[in-house]
Structures are given as C-alpha cells and as structure tokens.
C-alpha cells in the first residue's frame, strides 16, 4: 500500500536545471571539450555518473569522468546563490505531511547541496527523510535511489514526484508510479512517454490538483 511520497529536488522543488547545465557545461570545457547546453539539459536528471558518458561519450568517461565531476561542482558551487525554490514547494511539501503520507526528499546531489536546498525551503521539519549521491551505488535513471529511500523510513510502498524522464524511468523501474512537473524543462509528451500518470505544468497546478494524482492520500 502507497504510503510513502518520494520526491525528487533539483528541477522538482529547487529550479537548478539550467545552473546545473551551465555548469557541466562550463567543466567540459575545462577539458577542451564542448557539448551543446540543450544537449546537456536533455540529460539533466541523471544522476553524474551516468550524464558523463551519456552526453560526453565513453572515452572522454575514461579518461576524464571522475575529475570533470569534479570540475562540475566547482562551477556549480558559485551558482548556488542564484537558486530559488518554486513557488508552493514548501506548500506541496507541509500538504503531503498533512495528508499522512511519509515525506522523503530523494535527492542524488551532492550532501552539501541538498543541505543548502533544504534550508532554502525550510523543510527539514516537514521530511522524515532525505538522501544523497553517498546513498546508492547507482543512479537515475537506476531506480536504487527510490529504494533506498523507501527503505529508509520503513514504507511499504512510494509514489514519486519528479520533473525529469529520468525520474519517471526511475520510478518505473523501482514499480512506483510518477506524478510530473514541467519545471525542469522537459515536455508533458517527454515526461508521459517516460510513464507519468499525471503532470502538471507547475507545483501550483500540481497542489490545486492534488486530489486527481497518485499522491492525493495514502493507501489506507
């Protein structure tokens, strides 16, 4: 029975898409290679491991994937300043609570930058849980992320909400159902082909709809 909501943060309930973007764009350059950013963004939501080869190939993986993860974070850091929640994140999370469901931030960014996220909504008290790249040994579109933090909080089943088609492949893979959000950039086509049940142009519409998605209430 779903009684644990699982929901992704960068792009989902923090709009950091394009910083992220712009940032792994500005570490490949670092190794004299440039990928185009709308290319970038179209892999954004995978977790580093996986964006590396996937938008910059398996050889420059091999010869460069750890230290342009690195890189990445070093161009990512100085962005942080600029991020801003969306608006009714917070709201969407307190409502989840208030409706009984086990409240999971599953994040794969790094543990500092999940920190800064939660901070920045206020949150820590609304979530009986969160995670972070340290928590799985692969990721989105890897459903371990999702597993681990069902796990976490001992739940018997999740729904995730997420913005990405990575989030929803995910989903589907760890046998959870998607609600979506179009604040990453992705398209309703894009995102329901991935397999989501439901989405919403923004976590506003997502709230005024609540009660017509997975995550109205949890299984009694």
Not at 191 to 201: C, K, M, Q
Request: hydrophobic share 45%; with cysteine; proline share 5%.
């Amino acid at each position: 029975m779903a009684d644990t909501a699982l929901l992704d943060v960068d792009g989902t309930l923090v709009d950091t898409n394009y910083q992220h973007a712009l940032a792994w764009f500005r570490a490949f350059r670092r190794f004299d290679h440039t990928v185009p950013i709308w290319r970038i963004h179209r892999a954004v939501g995978m977790g580093g491991d996986q964006l590396v080869p996937a938008v910059a190939g398996d050889e420059f993986e091999r010869a460069h994937g750890d230290d342009a993860r690195e890189a990445w974070v070093e161009e990512f850091d100085p962005l942080l300043p600029e991020v801003q929640p969306f608006d009714g994140a917070r709201d969407l999370v307190a409502e989840l609570g208030r409706r009984g469901w086990k409240v999971v931030l599953a994040s794969s960014g790094k543990q500092k930058h999940v920190d800064a996220f939660l901070d920045l909504l206020d949150a820590r008290e609304l979530c009986e849980a969160w995670t972070s790249s340290e928590d799985a040994d692969a990721t989105k579109p890897a459903p371990d992320l999702f597993q681990v933090a069902l796990q976490r909080v001992g739940g018997g089943a999740g729904v995730v909400l997420g913005d990405s088609s990575w989030d929803v492949e995910a989903a589907a893979k760890a046998g959870m159902p998607a609600v979506a959000v179009r604040t990453g950039g992705y398209s309703v086509e894009e995102l329901r082909d991935a397999g989501a049940a439901v989405v919403h142009d923004s976590m506003r519409g997502l709230l005024d709809g609540l009660d017509s998605t997975p995550l109205a209430a949890p299984s009694p």
